[in-house]
């Protein structure tokens, strides 16, 4: 199999989890056209017409879109160890943990990716600190819900991990870093002692330790676009 994605991105990570926790042979391919990149997305278009990452191909050449969608097959297809928890509850708190990721915790961060790609000039305060506080606002949803045993839910790696590492990396350590505003965990003790403990757990340390030098891999080409620009306009 081959699974195309971007180290930098969230929702690939938690692809990648399944293929490490599962030892699965897939080839990891970063498609041209993304992040700070200015190439064209080219044939990725035809592989995945949606042109977002991730995209899983399989050996016969049929080609998955859409993280969670990706997951779930690979569950099914590649069932030990499992991913999901065993009981309705713990399978259903998976999947809310992961939806509060993908439709709250990562729309709050939009604004300031696009900032982040834009001169410092356009980093007004009102909309550094209005994107900070949803960002904050949506991490208490994961607060209301995480798990209190090392892991997101039950005491076990699951797809909720996966799902919610790479935000953390991203809403706890780069926009703080990069746009001064507060750490957004120590007003969440729940989700604090949760970012703790699952940097333990030998497969959520790689797939944090690939997001953080991804984001700075991404962050200096960034720079010396914008270098090459200022130059360029003098
Ligand atoms: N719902 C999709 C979201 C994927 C997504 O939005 N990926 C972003 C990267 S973070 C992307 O490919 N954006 C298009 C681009 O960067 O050109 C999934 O879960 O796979």
Not at 164 to 179: D, G, K, N, R
């Amino acid at each position: 199999m081959k699974l195309y994605q971007t180290y930098a991105s969230p929702f690939p990570t938690r692809v990648r989890l399944a293929i490490y926790a599962k030892g699965l042979d897939v080839e990891i391919i970063e498609p041209p056209g993304f992040h700070a990149s200015t190439e064209a997305k080219g044939d990725y278009l035809k592989i995945n017409p949606i042109g977002r990452v991730p995209t899983l191909v399989l050996d016969d050449g049929r080609a998955l879109p859409e993280s969670e969608v990706i997951c779930e097959y690979l569950e099914d297809a590649f069932p030990e160890p499992a991913l999901r928890p065993a009981d309705a509850w713990g399978r259903a708190r998976m999947r809310l943990l992961s939806r509060i990721c993908d439709f709250y915790v990562v729309m709050a961060m939009v604004p300031l990716f696009n900032l982040s790609g834009r001169s410092r000039r356009h980093w007004t305060p009102e909309v550094v600190e209005g994107a900070a506080t949803k960002v904050a606002e949506a991490l208490g949803y994961l607060e209301a819900y995480i798990g209190e045993d090392g892991y997101a839910v039950g005491r076990a790696l699951t797809q909720a991990d996966g799902a919610i590492v790479p935000q953390l990396v991203l809403a706890a350590e780069w926009i703080p870093t990069v746009f001064g505003t507060p750490d957004p965990l120590p007003a969440l003790p729940k989700l604090a002692a949760y970012w703790r403990a699952i940097q333990a757990d030998p497969i959520a340390a790689r797939l944090i330790r690939e997001t953080r030098d991804a984001i700075a891999g991404v962050a200096a080409q960034a720079q010396e676009q914008a270098k090459a620009q200022a130059e360029a306009a003098v």
